[in-house]
């Protein structure tokens, strides 16, 4: 079967038929997937049969892989998270608007999320488009925004007083939580390393405050820009299917994983591809 490109969204999303991911890509495919990605910035396949070790193999197509500093990972794969929320877990992974781990110097790819048990109702995943917030912004916020940096760090999430270190979930415990101090630096208008276009880089989680200024002082201006990055026209939002996976390109998207199915339990595997620094 010959590849299929189905979009999904104004903002972003698409889905990709003909596509085995148990099986290696040959170039040309690869190449249409990866086009895919840059096009779309988040894109599914359905219906896919993946052991661990095959959805590494997938990614490491793109990249090396990620071990997550914070969060114990599947039973023998470091490299694969096992995000999982019982029934009677009051917290979900991935519950508010980020971009994944970019307090790290050198912020990861993207993410590969494979959908193993997911809810009767509920569990939906939405994606903000970081290239058409910028785009939207008028000019003279754009000469403002060149000149500022960023501080990012996981200590409100990750810490020894942060959010997950302080719920009582029996599942996703975190590790290493005294190393989630450390702090990285990067523009709010990052350059995307491939397409060479330009797009808002904080986000709630992570990003803290801007270089130089207080965190009061950065308050109002970041909540701004993280209350208009995540406005209606840029967000793509999707309803899981059972054996599906997302590949969302990191570098331009934020992600926000919906926490509206109480009582139910929702699996996934995520392997994380490695970044670069952002410029």
Not at 126 to 142: F, H, Q, V
Request: hydrophobic share 40%; charged share 25%; with cysteine.
């Amino acid at each position: 079967m010959s590849i299929e490109i189905e979009p999904l969204g104004a903002a972003a999303g698409a889905r990709i038929h003909g596509v085995d991911l148990s099986q290696p890509l040959d170039e040309a495919d690869f190449a249409r997937v990866r086009r895919a990605l840059l096009d779309h910035l988040v894109i599914f396949f359905p219906d896919q049969h993946l052991s661990p070790d095959e959805h590494k193999a997938f990614g490491l197509r793109f990249g090396t892989l990620n071990i997550h500093p914070h969060v114990k990972p599947l039973d023998g794969h470091p490299e694969v998270l096992n995000i999982v929320k019982e029934p009677d877990d009051r917290l979900n992974f991935g519950g508010g608007w980020h971009s994944d781990m970019s307090f790290l110097d050198k912020p990861v790819l993207g993410s590969i999320l494979y959908a193993r048990e997911i809810p009767r109702t509920g569990g939906d995943t939405m994606w903000a488009n970081m290239c058409l917030a910028y785009d939207a912004l008028s000019t003279g916020m754009k000469q403002m925004l060149a000149g500022l940096t960023a501080i990012h760090t996981a200590e409100d999430i990750y810490g020894a007083q942060g959010i997950y270190n302080n719920d009582d979930r029996r599942s996703m415990r975190t590790q290493a939580a005294e190393q989630a101090s450390g702090r990285a630096e990067h523009p709010v208008v990052r350059t995307h390393p491939e397409t060479g276009r330009k797009l808002l880089f904080v986000n709630e989680a992570f990003t803290t405050k801007f270089k130089g200024m207080t965190r009061a002082e950065s308050r109002p201006l970041l909540d701004f820009l993280c209350q208009h990055a995540t406005s209606a026209p840029f967000v793509y939002r999707h309803r899981w299917t059972e054996n599906e996976v997302a590949f969302w390109d990191n570098r331009c998207t934020q992600h926000f994983a919906l926490n509206d199915y109480a009582g139910q339990r929702r699996v996934m595997h995520r392997v994380t591809v490695n970044g670069d620094r952002p410029y």
